[in-house]
């Protein structure tokens, strides 16, 4: 009933930057906090940065003070924008957004994933 669609992943090189986007469709009503998630080949999936309808951000520690998240309601979208990249931030990264069960049988929907390769 929600649908996630990332963009604006690609190849970088160490301490370049890249911006990528979210766009959400269909129940978007129902939609609270927004975030953007990672998983490297290995790794559990983790939380890089999420905000809630209100603007409020939290960050993991690797990414804070190097990445930034922001949303449009308006148009229901997420952005990341990620500066200073470094080789182990490539992951695939992936958009989540919470639901409002008030309004959705969902908790949670995630896109399917845009690709960051960090290398020279």
């Known amino acids: 009933q929600v649908q996630l669609v990332e963009s604006g992943g690609g190849w970088v090189q160490p301490g370049g930057s890249l911006g990528l986007s979210c766009a959400a469709s269909?129940?978007?009503?129902?939609?609270?906090?927004l975030a953007w998630y990672r998983q490297a080949p290995g790794e559990q999936r983790g939380l890089v940065a999420s905000?809630?309808?209100?603007?409020?951000?939290r960050y993991a520690d690797s990414a804070k003070g190097r990445f930034t998240i922001s949303r449009d309601n308006a148009k229901n979208t997420v952005y990341l924008q990620m500066n200073s990249l470094r080789p182990d931030d490539s992951a695939v990264y992936y958009c989540?957004?919470?639901?409002?069960?008030?309004?959705?049988?969902?908790?949670?929907?995630w896109g399917q994933g845009t690709q960051v390769t960090v290398s020279s």
């Open positions: 989540n957004a919470e639901m409002d069960l008030r309004y959705s049988e969902v908790s949670e929907y």
């Open positions: 269909g129940k978007v009503g129902g939609i609270v906090d």
């Open positions: 905000i809630s309808p209100g603007g409020w951000t």
